[in-house]
């Protein structure tokens, strides 16, 4: 990455969620601009990220956004990097995409914190019963394949 150059956010999900991946494609759908890259909790680029924040790979209900990240470093190097997750990650990529999106996003985090989490929360544990789960992460399609960074 180059000095001025702004490193593009990723999102880590539940690479087997129904809903999870409904949420990427409409990331994909939305963000014009290709401002953010993908990655799945399950492969060892988000277990990797995770570990580095104390954060526990094992733990698929939550959804996260790396800011700052610099995948031209090694993995293991120190980087500046913050870790959103739950509705603060769910919040910020909603501001991100603009539009009716943005104004989603603001009201949203207008609620107070244990407010937005408890309502994340509540359908994070329901999200395979209610949308699916596949066997396997899906492969992003041919074009959108190089914003998948673990792939």
Same mark, same amino acid.
């Given at each position: 990455?180059?000095?001025?150059?702004?490193?593009?956010?990723?999102?880590?999900?539940?690479?087997?969620?129904?809903?999870?991946?409904?949420?990427?494609?409409?990331?994909?759908?939305?963000?014009?601009?290709?401002?953010?890259?993908?990655?799945?909790?399950?492969?060892?680029?988000?277990?990797?990220? &995770?570990? /580095?924040?104390? %954060?526990?790979?094992?733990? @698929?209900?939550?959804?996260?956004? !790396?800011?700052?990240?610099?995948?031209? *470093?090694?993995?293991?190097?120190?980087?500046?990097?913050?870790? &959103?997750? /739950?509705?603060? %990650?769910?919040?910020?990529? @909603?501001?991100?995409?603009?539009? !009716?999106?943005?104004?989603?996003?603001? *009201?949203?985090?207008?609620?107070?914190?244990?407010?937005?989490?408890?309502?994340?929360?509540?359908?994070?544990?329901?999200?395979?019963?209610?949308?699916?789960?596949?066997?396997?992460?899906?492969?992003?399609?041919?074009?959108?394949?190089?914003?998948?960074?673990?792939?």
């Amino acid at each position: 990455m180059t000095e001025g150059e702004k490193a593009h956010p990723v999102l880590l999900y539940d690479g087997v969620c129904g809903l999870c991946n409904r949420t990427v494609q409409l990331v994909i759908k939305r963000d014009r601009s290709e401002v953010f890259r993908f990655a799945a909790l399950q492969g060892a680029l988000g277990h990797r990220i &995770l570990e /580095r924040h104390g %954060a526990n790979p094992s733990d @698929l209900d939550t959804f996260y956004v !790396v800011l700052d990240f610099n995948a031209a *470093l090694p993995i293991e190097a120190e980087q500046n990097e913050t870790l &959103l997750a /739950r509705s603060d %990650a769910m919040s910020f990529v @909603l501001c991100e995409l603009g539009g !009716v999106w943005r104004l989603l996003g603001g *009201l949203f985090r207008l609620l107070p914190q244990t407010t937005r989490d408890w309502m994340y929360n509540l359908v994070a544990h329901r999200r395979y019963r209610v949308f699916g789960r596949y066997d396997s992460c899906p492969l992003p399609s041919e074009k959108d394949r190089r914003r998948f960074l673990d792939v």
